[in-house]
């Protein structure tokens, strides 16, 4: 009796070591548990208040929107990752051993996603370059509009007919980038077909006067009108005003009402295509 009561009391005492053992373990790792979801929130608001503090800075040195939302982006992925490595590190989790195995699942992907990599590379070799800036108008692989985000791996266009388009930047990149807002002014091509019979410097004449007098068509350079080609119709005249990039379509648009309007009004003659029919009679 007495060494059944002997075993039972060393079992009891050995429950009550495990857990007392189980409980302290357990209130340890409750607590890491705790501190490490108050150092993700505590530091994604450090992190959110740092970026913003660093976009600031930058914005009344009037530094690019596009070169500012890069930054931004970047500084935010580095953060998080450098608090990610240091909530395991505070677990116990050997940041050297991690660091290694994120170059070689980095080289994994990298692998099997050269096309993301590709794109983030080109992405930097624009906000260097500058070809283009947000606001644009441009022509970036094969899409035209206006541009309204530059991203880490894709370009934001916004083109005219109202339709947001996502380009990877290394398309753009490795693609001509036509930039209609980087010079002052943009020129307008558009034709006038005149008829054989028609005095042609005397059209061309009524043009220059009647569209440089159209709203945004720059005095400077002047308005051309000149003979393009022949065709079996008559002359065409080029009619080429110019204007800013923004005030292209307006141009355009008026440009060719003005060519129908002041030519039917002066009485030119209406561009007929002739027929020569020729009849022979035999016998």
């Not at 608090?83 to 992907?109: C, K, R």
């Amino acid at each position: 009796m007495e060494e059944g009561q002997e075993l039972i009391t060393v079992g009891t005492t050995k429950v009550n070591q495990l857990m007392d053992v189980v409980a302290q373990y357990g209130a340890e790792f409750a607590v890491k548990i705790l501190a490490a979801i108050a150092f993700w929130v505590i530091g994604r608001w450090l992190i959110g208040f740092a970026v913003s503090l660093l976009q600031k800075a930058l914005g009344k040195q009037r530094v690019d929107p596009t070169v500012l939302r890069y930054l931004g982006n970047f500084v935010t992925v580095t953060l998080n990752i450098l608090l990610v490595i240091g909530i395991l590190g505070y677990f116990g989790v050997q940041t050297t051993t991690f660091a290694a195995l994120i170059a070689a699942v980095g080289l994994a992907i990298g692998m099997a996603w050269s096309g993301l990599l590709a794109n983030l590379a080109a992405g930097g070799f624009i906000i260097v370059l500058r070809p283009f800036k947000v606001g644009d108008f441009v022509t970036a692989g094969g899409v035209t509009g206006t541009v309204t985000e530059i991203g880490l791996f894709v370009t934001a266009i916004n083109t005219p007919d109202n339709v947001l388009t996502l380009v990877g930047n290394n398309k753009i990149f490795s693609d001509t980038i036509q930039n209609y807002s980087h010079n002052a002014f943009r020129r307008v091509d558009l034709t006038a077909q005149l008829s054989g019979a028609a005095d042609w410097k005397g059209a061309a004449a009524l043009l220059k006067q009647r569209i440089a007098t159209l709203d945004n068509v720059l005095a400077e350079p002047a308005v051309d009108v000149e003979i393009l080609e022949f065709n079996l119709v008559g002359p065409v005249l080029a009619v080429r005003p110019y204007c800013h990039t923004d005030h292209y379509w307006q141009v355009y648009f008026d440009t060719n009402k003005v060519i129908k309007d002041a030519l039917g009004e002066a009485g030119f003659p209406a561009p007929m295509p002739t027929q020569t029919v020729i009849v022979q009679q035999s016998g």
